[in-house]
């Protein structure tokens, strides 16, 4: 799929559910009507340039969904470095043991493949593709370049906002595929309870303050009785610039407390929010 046109994307997968901004470029072309096949597939210029796939029924050959990290590292060569040359500049992206380890990188032909390890299982999560010019843009490694590197262009507040809001749907979906995956209901959307993820991460954003206790605004406890959210037990994931919705979930899910929260039966709801590249997750079990 990658470079083809988008017609062929959606003769083989139909009409997307939704089409959600990226920060790079591209449209994510959202298909979540089924978990076991979710799947984000990025278009540019009526283009495919980039695949996120979770969903385990979706055929990622030669990757397979749940497939063990062993099988993986036994099949396919994987480097501690990436090097390309794209418009005149030479690109090395180095990878940190961390890297290696939950999310290496496999290069076929002129296609980057990003895996995503589940640590906890030992099992691949997901994976990504991506073409050389989605990857420079992305720069998921650490990197080392000779030439000319583009600057991220400045966004308006607009076209954040929807930026963040797609970001905002896309990890709402991932977490349920994930939930299903681990046999356990998905979660209904909440939207006073995504009201406070949505000021919790604008306070860490403006505040420079990396922390679950808001120095204006108290703890989740108090920021969820503040907006009169009725709930008997709750929890909070949050995150600071990860590439994007797909990147922030799968690194939930290798953390122990986070995954805790993401993989409670017990919580019924949750609410969303993302603020630039801050992103906060707010799980409650509502009073029945």
């Known amino acids: 799929m990658i470079g083809q046109d988008v017609a062929i994307l959606e003769k083989e997968f139909g009409t997307p559910v939704r089409r959600d901004e990226s920060l790079y470029g591209y449209q994510w072309y959202i298909y979540n009507q089924d978990y076991k096949r979710y799947l984000q597939v990025g278009v540019q210029n009526n283009k495919v340039v980039t695949i996120f796939a979770i969903g385990e029924s979706l055929d990622v050959a030669p990757f397979e969904i749940g497939q063990p990290v062993e099988e993986i590292f036994n099949t396919q060569y994987i480097d501690t470095n990436i090097n390309l040359d794209w418009e005149g500049t030479t690109y090395r992206f180095e990878l940190n043991d961390a890297d290696l380890n939950l999310r290496p990188m496999v290069q076929l032909g002129d296609i980057y493949v990003q895996l995503y390890i589940d640590k906890f299982t030992g099992n691949l999560s997901s994976v990504r593709f991506l073409d050389a010019e989605t990857l420079i843009k992305q720069r998921p490694y650490e990197l080392v370049y000779r030439g000319e590197l583009t600057e991220e262009p400045a966004l308006s507040d607009d076209t954040w906002r929807k930026i963040e809001i797609g970001t905002e749907q896309e990890i709402f979906d991932i977490t349920n595929v994930l939930r299903q995956r681990h046999k356990l209901k998905p979660l209904r959307w909440d ?20 922390s679950h206790t808001s120095k204006k605004f108290g703890d989740l406890t108090k920021r969820l009785q503040t907006a009169k959210v009725a709930y008997q037990e709750a929890g909070e994931n949050i995150a600071a610039n990860y590439t994007d919705g797909p990147a922030v979930v799968e690194g939930w899910l290798n953390s122990k407390g986070h995954r805790d929260s993401l993989l409670n039966k017990d919580f019924s709801h949750i609410g969303i929010g993302v603020f630039q590249k801050y992103y906060t997750q707010n799980f409650i079990k509502k009073v029945e």
């Open 191 to 210: 939207e006073l309870t995504a009201e406070v993820a949505y000021g919790h991460s604008k306070d860490m954003s403006e505040n420079n303050d990396f």
